[in-house]
Every structure is written in structure tokens, then in C-alpha cells.
């Protein structure tokens, strides 16, 4: 019997642990990293928690909007990211607590594409003041179109 993780409507993740089930608050987390059968969710100023569950679980639940897989082992919160940069044909994520987060080179393209939709993310909501979760957002893998759903309205960018 697998354990999944469940999403309430406020955004809190609740994974299984030992000693029952744990919540997270996705706007708490730096990155997660994957480790074996289970997952090392960091956080900027909180303590390390591990969880049993595979990280397509955990990038499953999280807003692929502010999320991005970096790899096999990582997923970033892009809210905070300091900076990148390349190193040779990699691409390093600085996050604002210095640590440094690599790319795979599988995942360089469409971290480029991704940082250039997050940042038009981020300027429309300033713009706009529209709350994070009435926006869904769904990435097309063949293409860097991405289609918003915003209030049952259909907007491509």
C-alpha cells in the first residue's frame, strides 16, 4: 500500500512520517533534495526534515510556478533563489541562504525558459496583486508555451 502526500486548499502539504503525518508550508521551503526512497526538505529558517515518499510526490503537490526541478535530486523554490550562474556547460542556483544548487544539463533548457516565465509571473503579480493559488499553471514539455487558467479564463502567454 503506497502512502501518497495530499494537498488541503491552503497550499499546506502533508506527508507521511514515522510518527503519523507531518505538515509543510510550501512557502517555507529552500529546496528539496532527494536522498534514496525519501526526501531532505530544507528550509530557510526552520531545521531539515526527511520524509519516505519519492520526489515526484513532493513536485507533484508543489506550485510549478514557483518550483522547479533541477534534476534527479533537486527542487528549487525559485522565490528564493539569489542568483545563477554558468560554470562551464552547468548552470549553479545560488539560493539566498548560499547554498548552491546544480542543474543537470538534461535541465538547462528549460530552466532558461522557466526563468524567463517566472519572471513574467512575478511582474504580472506585482501588477496585478492576483493570489498564488487561483493561478494554475501547466507546462508544455515540448515547447516553452505556457497556458494560464485564471478565474475559469484562458490566457496564453
Known sequence: MKQKTETDD????????????KTVNP???????????SIDIHFI???QRTFCVCL????????PICFFRCGGSYI???NFKKRYRHKKRNIIV??????????SKRSVLKFTAFLKEFAKYKRRMKRKR???MNIIIVLS??????VFYLFDRLIIC
Not at 499546506?12 to 512520517?17: D, E, K, N, Q, V
Not at 515526484?56 to 506550485?63: C, D, F, T
Not at 545560488?94 to 542543474?103: A, G, S, T, Y
Not at 514539455?141 to 505556457?146: H, R
Open 10 to 21: 491552503f497550499g499546506i502539504i502533508s506527508f507521511p512520517s514515522a510518527n503519523g503525518r
Open 27 to 37: 512557502d517555507d521551503i529552500a529546496y528539496i533534495e532527494a536522498d534514496g526512497h
Open 45 to 47: 529558517n526552520l531545521p
Open 56 to 63: 515526484k510526490y513532493a513536485q507533484e503537490r508543489l506550485n
Open 76 to 78: 528549487v523554490n525559485m
Open 94 to 103: 545560488k539560493l539566498k541562504n548560499n547554498v548552491e544548487i546544480p542543474v
Open 130 to 132: 492576483v493570489p498564488l
Open 141 to 146: 514539455l515540448g515547447c516553452s508555451n505556457f
